[in-house]
């Protein structure tokens, strides 16, 4: 399971609530990243990191920012939640191999936001 | 910006039949990556196919990548109830880099009946 943890797993907030999720990798990645799901749209990508303190955004980052102070946690934060962001969150990890290189999922975290 | 087709969208068989999934794409990947995901859990990884022309088997499912590397195809077998779930196809940029992202297709739901 590439060692990936997410918290919380569910939460429930009100809108103009801050919100703090978490990604925890034990195996040392260089990469990581965070998407969301919603039916209708897949997975979209919302911000990613390369490295401790190099993040950049993907196609969906407004009202969205992260941060990753040290290589096992990449944390997003929603400022001001709204309903709009009410969602399934993933993190992902990116591994290289000889050949090519594979992204491996956490376990998501739902947060609604009413 | 690379967009991948995925179809059909949605796909309700009965036990024991044969069912292709198709991703397309006019853009070129490195690769391309199969995962499935089943409800309130993260997309597990399948498969990754590099070169153009490529099978893989795994078990009941076969997976191909185009010879020009812009679609794949997932074939599965006589189907089974377990093979219920989400699968989603995804490419890897042709670039590597520090802006590695993938690109994934919308998902094809799959449920099978017994």
């Known amino acids: 399971d590439a060692g990936i943890t997410q918290s919380p797993r569910h939460k429930v907030t009100e809108t103009g609530t801050p919100v703090t999720l978490r990604c925890h990798q034990t195996?040392?990645?260089?990469?990581m990243y965070w998407y969301r799901q919603d039916p209708g749209h897949g997975l979209r990508l919302i911000h990613y990191?390369?490295?401790?303190?190099?993040?950049d955004k993907g196609e969906v980052s407004d009202g969205y920012s992260v941060s990753r102070s040290k290589t096992e946690d990449f944390l997003l934060t929603l400022e001001s939640a709204t309903s709009s962001q009410t969602s399934v969150y993933f993190c992902?990890?990116?591994?290289?191999?000889?050949?090519?290189?594979?992204?491996?999922f956490g376990p998501g975290t739902r947060l609604t936001v009413l | 910006t690379q967009l991948l087709e995925q179809s059909p969208q949605f796909l309700s068989i009965q036990e024991g039949e044969n069912l292709t999934v198709y991703c397309n794409s006019s853009?070129?990947?490195?690769?391309l990556q199969w995962y499935r995901q089943e409800p309130g859990e993260g997309p597990v990884l399948l498969v990754t196919?590099?070169?153009?022309?490529e099978v893989k088997k795994l078990k009941r499912l076969t997976f191909q990548f185009g010879d020009a590397r812009k679609d794949s195809s997932l074939h599965i077998t006589a189907a089974q109830p377990g093979d219920t779930g989400l699968y989603l196809c995804?490419?890897?940029?042709?670039?590597?880099?520090?802006?590695?992202?993938?690109?994934f297709g919308k998902g094809t739901l799959l449920t099978v009946n017994p």
């Open positions: 990191s390369y490295g401790v303190k190099d993040t």
């Open positions: 853009s070129v990947f490195s690769s």
């Open positions: 992902a990890i990116k591994t290289q191999g000889a050949i090519t290189d594979t992204q491996y």
């Open positions: 995804a490419g890897a940029p042709n670039s590597g880099g520090s802006n590695y992202k993938l690109t």
């Open positions: 196919v590099v070169t153009g022309g």
């Open positions: 195996e040392n990645h260089r990469y």
